[in-house]
């Protein structure tokens, strides 16, 4: 399999494309053989990454490649990948509340405490769910997968353009959809907008990431991609967890209200003890809720102040300038074949040549 990026870039998209295929299907192997162990705690987010830099792949190359992988095979690998959200995403957001509890003040906020296990619950079952469903339906995937990847390995077809070639034109339409994404969101600070934005990035970066040689320079834009794929993405991940809390308190107030129902028409003398939960408050919620609103503000801060202003462009004409690079068409000079020594005379000398 070709590692380097020199040579990677030299060979026909189709061949090329199989070998990075091949290559997250690796990584998406492993990381579903680690599913099962409980104390892996990065094992869903590898798995999920692998997934998805693989559908980018087959995605981005398509006008290239075709459908060397069938349509059906994708988009059974999309759901898996879409089964792994709703964990991970409660992962997340019990992540950052933890981490940001201490700014809720120093004794619980009511229906916190209900908050957190109602996110817990919802982790503890899709976990559950994933490590009994994902991997055996990943491994009959990958195995046709692998099989049409395979097959693209041995296309000999002629005019097949350059992976480099094919990078480079596809850079142009990317860095145009993040610029109109991100002036979106600039403008009118539209959730879908950022989220958007996001993806564009993460196609954007996945693309080059194959490609990265050696150099500083190749090294850098890749870096500033990742910094503010990673802005964006706490940016959407807030987007979601104010979502959850919106939800969380209409499901907060039904609860308190069946509570209140069972208190009053129990009779008087009956004790029936249930076990301990926690209480499903809503001035926790709400404190939680304007947490997140103003980390929001200073994040759009950041993007606004940090990147759109000066970063992005200049970040954005460095992707250009190496879309232009990948795109100039690559000589690759052959050896000629030793042709068979001519039989000369003895008696005669060669002729010069």
Known sequence: MARRPGELRLRPAPEAVALVGMRLLDAARAAAGRLSDPDDAEALHDFRVALRRLRTLLRSFRDEVGDIVPKKLQRRLRDVARSTGPGRDAEVQLAWIQAHKPELGGSPRPGVPW?????????????????????????????????????ALTDTTPGRPALAAATGRLLRAHVTELELELETARATRDEAAIHRARIALKRLRYLLEPLQGDGLTEASIIDRLKQLQDLLGELHDLHALAGELGDASADAAAERARRQHDAAVRAPRVTVRRPARPAPGSAGLMALARLAAQWEERLFARLANEWLQDALPALLQDVTRWGETLAVPILVHRPRSKAAPTRRSATRPARAE
């Open 115 to 151: 908050f957190i296990a109602r996110l817990e619950g919802r982790r503890d079952r899709a976990y559950t769910s994933i490590r009994e469903d994902g991997p055996p339906e990943f491994r009959q995937l990958e195995r046709r997968i692998r099989r049409a990847l395979n097959r």
